[in-house]
């Protein structure tokens, strides 16, 4: 199971990535993070090592990616480290874990217009 994120200039810009339910469900059942039951804040932040794997090139950026609620609203979100000196608005993150390692594939979004053309 394999979760998919389209990239906004806001989720970049403010380091804020909404977990969507697809994301939800794969943090739960393959990474053992629970979104329903963590605690708001900083207390209940959870930080796990990834890569960042740059579609078409090759190029492999080891991160991390921080799976928290925020504070007053509850909002279930995630970030990346360094992602947004990689990626820009309109690009999508596929996130899948490969042999114990949380794999996140960045499409850029020229590539996305390419194939459906």
């Not at 403010?14 to 994301?23: E, T, W």
């Not at 190029?59 to 799976?67: D, H, L, N, P, S």
């Not at 608005?89 to 020229?110: N, P, V």
Request: charged fraction near 30%; include cysteine; proline fraction near 1%.
């Amino acid at each position: 199971m394999k979760a998919t994120i389209k990239l906004t200039e806001r989720m970049l810009n403010k380091h804020q990535i909404n977990a969507n339910d697809k994301f939800k469900t794969f943090a739960r059942e393959k990474l053992g993070v629970d979104y329903f039951t963590m605690q708001k804040g900083s207390a209940g932040k959870v930080t796990k090592p990834a890569v960042v794997l740059i579609s078409g090139s090759g190029f492999k950026v080891w991160t991390e990616i921080r799976m928290y609620r925020q504070n007053n609203r509850g909002d279930c979100l995630l970030s990346i480290k360094g992602l947004k000196s990689l990626a820009k608005g309109g690009d999508t993150l596929a996130i899948d874990l490969d042999k114990g390692c949380i794999q996140i594939k960045l499409t850029r979004s020229e590539e996305v217009t390419e194939v459906a053309a």
